[in-house]
């Protein structure tokens, strides 16, 4: 079975642009969670979705930071504008649910904001 | 809230030696522990988790911890380090019942020595 899949696995952009990072759960998982890893900070979550539906945004930086799920199998995180405080590593990750707990990662994403 | 310490952001060990690796938790009520592995550019992958069944959790590459409720710990051991074990190890708790969200460990990084 393919694992979370994340897109692209590295991104290079300027302070200001636009940048749109893309994931895919696992499939017949119902949650779906986006985490940021820096070393100041480590893992933080920052936004997970149940059944499509934001649950839980209070991670969320600041409105620059959106994200979307339109449908079960395709996720959306944006920053608009970049900055470089925004450099960073983006995970995506998704559970099952019923009763299930574990959460299973994607590969990140490496983001780096000049 | 839940929270997760975990005592030692980084341990050092000998190969063949034995690993142990702390994490302590708060919980009001009967929590979901987990161990995740995060190798150098990788996601995080699932080692072990209690569920509330046996309290010594065998997981994945050796690896096995045990819950203590009287402790509140849930503490990673290998018997017998391997160079390949060299990675950064977190420990998470579910949130509480019936949520899916984790909170996580800040990590404990572990070097094997030759």
């Known amino acids: 079975d393919a694992g979370v899949i994340q897109s692209p696995r590295h991104e290079v952009t300027e302070m200001g642009q636009e940048v749109t990072l893309r994931c895919k759960p696992i499939?017949?998982?119902?949650?779906l969670f986006w985490y940021r890893q820096t070393m100041m900070r480590g893992l933080e979550l920052l936004i997970y979705f149940n059944n499509n539906v934001p649950i839980d945004d209070s991670g969320m930086p600041e409105d620059r930071f959106s994200a979307k799920m339109p449908n079960a199998s395709f996720s959306t995180l944006k920053i608009q504008p970049s900055e470089p405080r925004d450099s960073a590593v983006y995970f995506c990750?998704?559970?099952?649910?019923?009763?299930?707990?574990?959460?299973?990662f994607g590969p990140g994403t490496r983001l780096t904001v000049t | 809230a839940q929270s997760v310490t975990q005592l030692g952001s980084h341990v050092s060990v000998s190969e063949g030696a034995l690993v142990l690796l702390r994490c302590n938790y708060s919980?009001?009520?009967?929590?979901?522990l987990f161990w995740y592995v995060q190798y150098p550019n990788q996601g995080l992958q699932l080692l072990l988790k209690y569920t509330s069944a046996a309290t010594l959790v065998k997981g994945i590459n050796g690896f096995e911890a045990e819950f203590k409720k009287s402790e509140t710990s849930f503490h990673l051991t290998k018997p017998s380090a391997h160079m390949s074990d060299a990675a950064e190890y977190f420990c998470?708790?579910?949130?509480?019942?019936?949520?899916?969200?984790?909170?996580f460990g800040q990590g404990t990084r572990l070097t094997i020595n030759p």
């Open positions: 499939s017949g998982h119902n949650s």
């Open positions: 919980s009001s009520v009967p929590p979901y």
């Open positions: 990750a998704s559970n099952r649910g019923g009763g299930s707990y574990e959460q299973y």
């Open positions: 998470a708790v579910s949130d509480r019942v019936g949520a899916q969200k984790l909170v």
